[in-house]
């Protein structure tokens, strides 16, 4: 059982902040905050598996989360309100508590299969070039969606709180923070149990030299198809929740913009470290409210602590390393493995 | 039994003939050799092998089968592993690290069993686990298992390069200048270390070499080729005495001397 100890401290914590936000110990703001934190968590790491354990570079990642916002929110609005788009419900709102995580992986599938639009172009070609092409692949889901009247187009699409709502009717607790909490933790644990497995250390092996693993057996394109997917699928993912805390999505808000945040993250953290990433994603998106009375000079302050990591520590906070490795006893009572048989 | 058939082997890089009508046969067990001036093709031949390049003409069969237009991780998973003539470690996974992954095709599991972790995804990485220990020990490189190759000395890398390959549990081994930058006590380790390979794994080697003391020590047999096409193959002492071979390597004899012949 030992090995569960992460898992268990993870479950106690997420109970720990429902109970505190239940009682209103935690505010509204510091709820707000909670799940913005836990939004960064997955898009970071999720995008440190393309930039970080794969090495290619995606400034895309904005777009796969629009995919994400605008499937879940859609699929939301039309089966459980009464929109002035779609009608009224075609469930009842009182059953979106049980589809509610049903509709938030469709926007993950949905995004995960946007994502095959990035993976099949890295066959043949690799970075600055496929770099270019998720930057493409932003501006086409953009763009798209605002063409897309019916669901708003460039105005945006709403509707979403008057979910939560319904959920909230039927068991009140706070249910965006919930789902965000249990997302996180287990963007987490998939990735981290996807990367450190002898499987998964296969894309490493590819971003380290990919004529070496394409003839040591590892199926190249295989490992693209699957890393870009479950990025994407995951940032899908995030932008379903994200929607949800909002209520409100527009396009513009899934521009390069929210891309870079998101690469600011991942490269303060340090590429190819997940615990990296999580402690850049929790420390950015505090430092970026600390921020919020500069307004518009945060987008100043923030870009400058970039040129600086990258004169100072371009390696980022964690280098390739984990929280593991730099505390070796955290292995012990986490109670992992050790790396060789003695 | 032959393990390795070339027939007709041709291929151009655009307008340039890398490799022309290559004929050849490695018998199981065998030591073979290939050989050639600068330029002359040999590394082509291997990538043709493994599938890193589809041959314009011709064709490669191992075990009987074709294998021109497989990619190369299905050559690999066939029986074909080889090393590369600038090593081709993977430098952020450690040595132990770097053995595992090798074994990529039998691993049996995918990205859903990486992450559910269910019982046949512990008995496949403890089995991969295994063979790479294996492999570590046989080579008595435990000591650099959870170092990074790039931090090991030159000889240490190559020879983790070959343990590397050896953990696919080739039929054909395949090594490309495996001496490149090695001082001579390195050399004499691995010539050393390729005959044992060859007795304890049994399996065919091929190699490309410039060292001529490890070929003339290492090869049975040996193929020489020069732009891309056979000059000779024999023995070592019957390379050694051919004279294409040696116009090959040296060059032409006197002009002089030339017109007399």
């Known amino acids: ?342 | 039994m032959a393990i390795l058939e070339i027939s007709e082997l041709t291929h151009f890089f655009g307008g340039l003939r890398a490799v022309y009508d290559l004929n050849m046969t490695l018998e199981g067990g065998e030591l073979m050799g290939l050989i050639g001036p600068n330029g002359a093709g040999k590394t082509t031949v291997f990538n043709l092998v493994s599938g890193f390049y589809r041959p314009s003409e011709g064709d490669v069969k191992f075990c009987g089968k074709s294998i021109a237009g497989l990619r190369p991780h299905q050559v690999t998973a066939l029986g074909i592993a080889r090393t590369f003539q600038n090593i081709r470690l993977w430098n952020s996974l450690s040595v132990f690290d770097n053995l595992c992954v090798s074994q990529h095709h039998q691993l049996g599991y995918g990205f859903l069993k990486s992450v559910l972790r269910t019982r046949s995804f512990h008995s496949s990485e403890r089995k991969v686990r295994k063979t790479a220990e294996e492999i570590i020990d046989l080579l008595g490189i435990r000591h650099y298992a959870l170092e990074l190759p790039k931090n090991l000395p030159y000889g240490l890398q190559r020879r983790v390069e070959i343990g590397r390959a050896l953990c696919l549990r080739p039929k054909l081994l395949m090594l490309d200048e495996p001496a490149a930058g090695m001082n001579p006590g390195e050399v004499d380790q691995l010539i050393k270390l390729i005959r044992w390979i060859r007795d304890e794994f049994k399996l065919t080697i091929w190699l490309i070499e410039h060292h001529m003391r490890v070929v003339m020590n290492v090869c049975d047999r040996m193929k020489v080729i020069e732009f891309g096409e056979e000059i000779a193959e024999g023995t070592p002492s019957e390379i050694q005495q051919n004279r294409r071979v040696i116009q090959a390597y040296l060059g032409e004899e006197e002009p002089v001397h030339a017109h007399g012949m």
């Not at chain 1, 508590?97 to 926007?107: E, K, Q, V, Y």
């Not at chain 1, 891309?259 to 490269?267: G, P, W």
Request: net charge positive; proline share 4%.
């Open chain 1, 1 to 342: 059982m030992r090995r569960n100890i992460p898992l268990l401290g993870y479950v106690i914590l997420c109970a720990l902040t429902i109970v505190l936000a239940k009682a209103d110990i935690l505010d509204l703001y510091v709820q707000m905050i909670l799940m913005f934190i836990g939004i960064s968590i997955i898009l970071a790491t999720s995008l440190n598996l393309v930039n970080g354990y794969m090495g290619e570079f995606s400034v895309g990642h904005a777009g796969f989360m629009a995919v994400g916002a605008y499937i879940t929110s859609v699929l939301n609005v039309m089966l459980f309100t009464n929109s002035s788009i779609f009608g009224p419900p075609l469930l009842s709102p009182s059953s979106a508590i049980i589809f509610f995580p049903l509709t938030l992986l469709a926007g993950g599938i949905g995004a995960a299969l946007a994502g095959l639009l990035v993976a099949i172009p890295s066959f043949r070609t690799r970075g600055d070039y496929l770099a270019i092409i998720t930057l493409a692949v932003n501006y086409i889901v953009k763009s798209s969606i605002e063409n897309m009247q019916v669901i708003g187009g460039a105005r945006g699409f709403s509707g979403m709180s008057s979910v939560i709502n319904s959920m909230k009717e039927v068991v009140d607790l706070p249910w965006t923070l919930i789902w965000i909490l249990i997302a996180t933790g287990a963007t987490v644990w998939i990735l981290q149990r996807f990367v450190s497995s002898i499987y998964g250390k296969g894309i490493i092996a590819l971003r380290d030299d990919e004529i070496a693993a394409e003839i040591m057996s590892v199926n190249t394109q295989r490992m693209k198809v699957v890393a870009f997917m479950l990025s994407s699928g995951l940032a899908g993912i995030a932008g379903g929740l994200f929607a949800h805390v909002l209520g409100y999505i527009n396009p513009g808000t899934f521009t390069i913009m929210k891309s870079t945040e998101v690469l600011v993250m991942v490269y303060l953290g340090g590429m190819g470290s997940l615990s990296g990433s999580v402690l850049s994603a929790i420390g950015l998106t505090i430092a970026l409210e600390a921020f919020r009375p500069l307004q518009v000079y945060k987008w100043v302050i923030v870009p400058l602590l970039l040129i600086l990591l990258m004169l100072f520590r371009p390696e980022g906070l964690m280098g390739q390393r984990e929280l593991t490795d730099v505390f070796p006893r955290l292995r012990r009572w986490l109670g992992l493995k050790p790396k060789l048989s003695e």
